[in-house]
């Protein structure tokens, strides 16, 4: 990772916010002057984990790292957050870089961030926070498109907050037969969405269709998420189809993880999208509501032994 790397926090803090957080927080381990690093305070009986935690925000400090003329040491996040002055002793930080420090961080090698929900792994200090932004042991966040929901966790987690706090419909098996009914199909801008959670294979699949506007035309799109990683997601296909009055339209396609945002995906056009007036064609009648169903299949491919090729597992 570059050692422009900083750590992230939100917002300016005032002199009370600052004087609130550090009178109600711990003793400063840059309060005892029995060492000096390259001018900065230091407790012998301070770890050199917690000399790399910033006061302000604790989390594990970046190049550039800066100190004040005291020694006391902050993260250059957290530096502009308290208006360039000391949050321990309020002088002016000024633009001194705490080098020694950064120096003896490269030393380091740390476990991964989420080694308490299974990853072994250990990095040098200036790797783990790559290692950490794409770790496959990091919590998923929630997949509900109809909120800016900011719950994260592991997928049974996610699986019983979809069903019991967002009430999303949960079916078991491999294949669907959706009729979503609109009586305004004219009014898109308010976008219309839906989610059903699937399980099948041991595995979740969030099915989303919803409306929108693509540049000035109104759509409807359909498109599968796979909770789970992206490598894992890959083992398995899914089809959808939409008809109606002798015509059809079909979308094969791989699943996307769930680790790629709901938008992210739509963004894409990475699924079955119908024009306003195909899908209303689809409805009959006189196309003044939308009456769509939409079918769909998820396979696993499976590796042939003799030929290399991929051979499709349906469940029954």
């Known amino acids: 990772m570059e050692?422009?790397?900083?750590?992230?926090?939100?917002?300016?803090?005032?002199?009370?916010?600052?004087?609130?957080k550090f009178s109600s927080s711990k003793p400063s381990h840059t309060n005892i002057n029995t060492n000096n690093l390259n001018g900065m305070v230091i407790n012998p009986a301070t770890s050199v984990h917690e000399l790399l935690e910033c006061p302000v925000c604790t989390n594990s400090m970046y190049p550039p790292i800066h100190q004040c003329h005291n020694g006391h040491t902050i993260c250059s996040t957290c530096k502009v957050r308290v208006h360039n002055k000391c949050p321990t002793c309020r002088?002016?930080?000024?633009?001194?870089?705490?080098?020694?420090?950064?120096?003896?961080?490269?030393?380091?090698?740390?476990p991964?961030?989420?080694?308490?929900?299974?990853?072994?792994?250990?990095?040098?200090?200036?790797?783990?926070?790559?290692?950490?932004?794409a770790c496959n042991f990091?919590?998923?966040?929630?997949?509900?498109?109809?909120?800016?929901?900011?719950?994260?966790?592991?997928?049974?987690y996610l699986v019983a907050h979809l069903r019991d706090d967002h009430k999303v419909d949960m079916h078991s098996g491999c294949t669907f037969n959706h009729r979503y009914v609109k009586s305004n199909p004219r009014d898109v801008e308010n976008a219309t969405w839906m989610l059903t959670v699937f399980h099948c294979f041991g595995q979740y699949f969030?099915?989303?269709?919803?409306?929108?506007?693509?540049?000035?035309?109104?759509?409807?799109m359909?498109?599968?998420r796979f909770m789970g990683d992206e490598m894992d997601a890959r083992n398995y296909s899914y089809s959808l189809e939409v008809g109606g009055n002798g015509r059809k339209l079909i979308w094969e396609g791989t699943p996307r993880s769930i680790r790629d945002s709901h938008r992210k995906v739509r963004d894409s056009h990475d699924g079955l999208i119908i024009q306003r007036n195909m899908a209303l064609f689809f409805s009959g009648g006189d196309r003044k509501e939308l009456k769509l169903r939409v079918t769909g299949r998820i396979w696993k491919e499976q590796q042939n032994p003799d030929g290399g090729a991929c051979i499709p597992n349906f469940c029954s």
């Open 3 to 20: 050692s422009s790397i900083e750590c992230v926090t939100d917002g300016l803090m005032d002199e009370d916010e600052i004087s609130s």
């Open 91 to 110: 002088h002016e930080l000024g633009d001194i870089r705490c080098l020694a420090l950064e120096k003896v961080a490269e030393s380091l090698e740390l």
């Open 112 to 133: 991964c961030k989420y080694s308490t929900l299974g990853c072994p792994e250990i990095f040098p200090y200036y790797s783990k926070l790559k290692h950490d932004a």
């Open 138 to 156: 990091r919590p998923y966040t929630c997949p509900y498109a109809g909120s800016e929901c900011c719950v994260g966790g592991d997928i049974p």
């Open 206 to 220: 969030c099915l989303h269709f919803e409306a929108f506007q693509l540049g000035m035309a109104p759509v409807y």
């Open 222 to 224: 359909a498109f599968l």
